[in-house]
């Protein structure tokens, strides 16, 4: 698998076999598509931080992705997590004592 992979970078693996080649195209084209999307959705960078984006995925496809993964890891809003994990205990506190 991993020689298939290298040849699929080097794209040698149509002569492996057609089939694993195509079927990595088209999982390449989701995560390709999926990114783009994920770019539209970005309202805090300008529209030439998402060209600057886009190019940086396109041209270095594996490390592109990474790099716009951990940017988004890292400027997430976690705020969904409240819901998960319940209210903080200082407003737990707030709550129990309707009279403060």
Known sequence: ????????????????????????????????????????????LSVSGRWVWFLVILLLPVVGMALYLLRCIVMADYSFLKFLFGPPSRVKKSMQSPGK
């Open 1 to 44: 698998m991993r020689e298939t992979i290298i040849r699929f970078f080097l794209l040698e693996p149509i002569n492996e076999h057609p089939l694993i080649f195509w079927g990595m195209v088209v999982v390449w084209l989701m995560l390709l598509g999926a990114c783009m999307m994920s770019l539209r959705q970005q309202f805090g």
